[in-house]
């Protein structure tokens, strides 16, 4: 296991002054935690600042934006990148739920604070106030238009808006629990949510009426993912004959990220089981690497690293802390983590 290296949160803000100073710690698991510190001594002619490091780190290139740091000891390196802009107004409370359009012109969030927002992802705008859930909400996402975005709450309810004018055009009930996920299907005829019910179903958007329940599990299910699956990979058959108003579900898989320990796989459209994995705590999240290789996180830390072909033994196990894995993204060769810490 890796050593991981951090700077505190603000780093970018409390360097940006002469004398700034920001702290700095190096962990190796099974080993005492290193700490350090960054010192700014003013700016270079260049207008870079000038930047030094206490015993046991080195400073390495420095720009207005980045800044690499190493640590010798465990040789481990990291580059470490300021926020390209910082949006402080648009919540009051923590942010839970973030997705940004296809386009790239839109924001929507939800908070702590009970609000649900749509704004410009340019400058932070708000342009929409998302208002009907009853309770928090849990989930946000844009449908691949764009002009349409898709929540879920604990009030059960899941909820589609017009990013246009912030109406609700349609409210799917039927969960008995609050909704932890959602996922959208090829264009969005047809969306998915997971409850703590312990159940995830499928809704067709155009009745607004629920068109199954693909997996009962007995347990919380705090995280879903749809994709393509592997021509090799046996999905099952269906044992009715799907309804014409499932479309795209054909050859999809769905993971189910439990909380009773399991990561899933479901045929879509035959509602069969395809593999169960047996993690090491309860699973919050997972996300599609390619058609056949998957990645989910658990609350203790670890993210698994799975090939949907044989889920008997994982691929790797990537652990580099004890925080709750709460999010996967995939990210062009690789993928983007973020934990509770």
């Known amino acids: 296991m890796a050593a991981t290296l951090r700077i505190q949160s603000d780093w970018s803000q409390a360097l940006r002054r002469d004398e700034g100073e920001a702290w700095l710690s190096c962990r190796s698991p099974g080993k005492p935690t ?44 990291t580059k470490f990148l300021a ?7 648009i919540h009051q409370k923590s942010v839970t739920c973030l997705d940004i359009s296809s386009g790239g012109g839109l924001g929507v969030s939800t908070s702590t604070d009970g609000t649900m927002k749509i704004w410009q992802a340019a400058n932070g705008e708000i342009r ?72 995830a179903r499928l809704w067709d958007c155009g009745k607004s009426a629920c068109l199954g329940v693909i997996m009962d599990c007995g347990s919380p299910v705090n995280g879903i993912a749809v994709g393509t699956a592997d021509n090799s990979l046996n999905l099952g058959t269906p044992e009715e004959v799907p309804s014409e108003r499932e479309v795209g579900t054909e050859g999809k898989i769905l993971l189910l990220a439990r909380e009773d320990k399991k990561l ?70 690789g993928f983007v983590a973020s934990q509770g810490n």
């Open 34 to 77: 290193l700490y350090g510190s960054l010192t700014r001594r003013g700016l270079s002619t260049e207008g870079v600042p000038d930047i030094t490091a206490s015993e046991g780190f080195v400073v390495g290139e420095v720009t207005k934006k980045s800044i690499l740091i190493s640590c010798p000891h465990e040789n481990v390196s």
């Open 128 to 199: 929409r106030l998302l208002e009907g859930h009853v309770y928090d909400v849990n989930c946000c996402r844009f449908f691949p238009s764009g002009l349409v975005v898709l929540s879920g709450g604990m009030d059960a309810q899941l909820k589609i808006w017009s990013a246009e004018d912030a109406s609700c055009v349609v409210t799917f009930k039927g969960h008995k629990g609050g909704i932890l996920d959602t996922a959208i299907v090829d264009r969005g005829r047809n969306v998915l949510s997971c409850s703590r019910d312990g159940t």
């Open 264 to 333: 899933q796989g479901v045929g879509l459209q035959s509602r069969q089981q395809v593999f169960l994995f047996v993690g090491s705590d309860a699973f919050n999240c997972c996300t599609f690497l390619s058609s056949s290789y998957i990645l989910a996180g658990t609350q203790d830390g670890n993210i698994y690293h799975l090939d949907v072909r044989n889920t008997d033994t994982p691929i790797q196990v990537i652990h580099r802390s004890g925080a709750p894995v709460l999010s996967l993204l995939p990210y062009r060769d």
């Open 83 to 89: 926020p390209y802009t910082t949006f402080s107004r």
